[in-house]
């Protein structure tokens, strides 16, 4: 199964751009889903209906019904817990979902659209670039977070579980918890594993300009530093180049400097001329041009390397590639068997490979778009041979 995961600036036409992505592939004989968590339901408007193609499906994501389920069942798991606290139960009529439930919504559509053989190409309206940025990278982050807490929390319930059971004979919920935690591992980890798929690719949309660049510019350092690929840039709402208008060839001429900048720096670019309204309907969709699947680029390599010969001291490099970055907006911590990336706006925080966690950060620098952090042997845990 291909996925596109479609973002950008926002007011880029992200909307706009998934759709006609997704009309072109069912055009081409794929079984589509395209996939929206906008309320207000924008990408049905730009399709023309919900049947706008025999062979694409538009699902709008409804995380306020499966947020009230959630917290239904956690208030089941915890009756015993909550009685001894003297709390009162929530009724699933007065819930309102907390932030953060789109976001869970989308990854577990992603997760089931996965484990789903219906479709043969999945295509995602994400959020604007910064917000879509941080639900990529919420699985793994969140992943973290349950294998940092679950050990401590697991412990200290087997320890207190005699103890409660004596006082007020509550069992404690130790299990239950366990069992909801390694459920999210699962949810957790199948999102991953498409995000991280070598046939998931982001596209980006973006309309030419100064400001167009300048956010494409942060969103390709996100993308790369959480190693995720761009198969094609599509730069939108291109104005004609003659115009008699003075402004609208001004703005035009903007659009054109910008754009050969990209195809400069973009591997594949596509444009997307303006077509003097917005897009509805199959008809525009179509119009538009866009090319439902492209070839998924190389995944993203982070390789490790020897030192050259002339760096006696160091033994590694690990080359960690950040297009767009500018040394003043990078970070760096080694912390345990984890390096925090910073840059810019984004950070991350990497398990090491195998070989580094034995040798210390010996130092860092960017060259030609690349991170490259050099490690040295630590004496302490790789001797060396006399």
């Not at 994501?61 to 009685?83: K, V, W």
């Not at 790369?224 to 208008?245: E, H, W």
């Not at 990497?350 to 991170?371: F, I, K, N």
Request: glycine letters at 8%.
């Amino acid at each position: 199964m291909r996925t596109l995961l479609v973002t950008g600036p926002g007011g880029s036409g992200r909307t706009t751009v998934a759709a006609a992505t997704a009309l072109a592939a069912a055009d081409a004989g794929h079984r589509v889903l395209v996939l929206s968590a906008d309320r207000t339901d924008t990408l049905g408007a730009v399709l023309g209906g919900p049947h706008a193609h025999p062979g694409l499906t538009a699902r709008r994501l409804t995380p306020d019904d499966r947020f009230r389920d959630d917290l239904a069942a956690l208030q089941d798991r915890a009756a015993s817990a909550l009685d001894l606290l003297g709390a009162d139960r929530i009724d699933a009529e007065e819930l309102t979902p907390l932030p953060g439930a789109e976001e869970l919504a989308l990854l577990r559509a992603l997760r089931d659209a996965a484990r789903d053989d219906t479709y043969d190409t999945v295509v995602v309206d994400l959020p604007p670039a910064p917000k879509a940025l941080a639900v990529l990278a919420l699985p793994e982050q969140l992943r973290r977070y349950l294998r940092k807490l679950l050990p401590p929390e697991r412990q200290a319930a087997r320890a207190l579980r005699p103890m409660l059971g004596r006082l007020a004979g509550v069992p404690m919920p130790a299990a239950w918890l366990y069992e909801t935690a390694a459920r999210w591992e699962d949810d957790l980890t199948a999102a991953q594993a498409v995000i991280e798929a070598p046939t998931t690719t982001v596209r980006l949309v973006a309309e030419p300009g100064p400001a167009g660049a300048d956010a494409l510019d942060a969103a390709t350092t996100g993308l790369a530093l959480q190693g995720l690929r761009t198969d094609l840039l599509v730069a939108n709402r291109l104005l004609p180049d003659a115009s008699a208008d003075t402004w609208l060839a001004a703005l035009a001429a903007q659009q054109h400097k910008t754009l050969a900048a990209w195809e400069t720096e973009y591997e594949q670019v596509t444009t997307v001329r303006h077509l003097g309204h917005d897009p509805r309907g199959t008809d525009d969709l179509t119009a538009l041009g866009l090319p439902g699947r492209t070839e998924a680029p190389a995944p993203v390599q982070w390789p490790v390397t020897a030192a050259p010969a002339d760096e006696e001291n160091h033994a590694y490099v690990w080359h960690i590639p950040l297009p767009g970055v500018v040394r003043e907006e990078l970070g760096l911590i080694r912390r345990g068997d984890e390096l925090v990336i910073t840059a810019g706006v984004f950070r991350r925080i990497v398990t090491l490979p195998s070989a580094l966690r034995r040798c210390t950060v010996a130092g860092a620098g960017l060259r030609e778009g690349e991170l490259r952090v050099r490690f040295a042997p630590d004496p302490g845990l790789w001797p060396r041979e006399r």
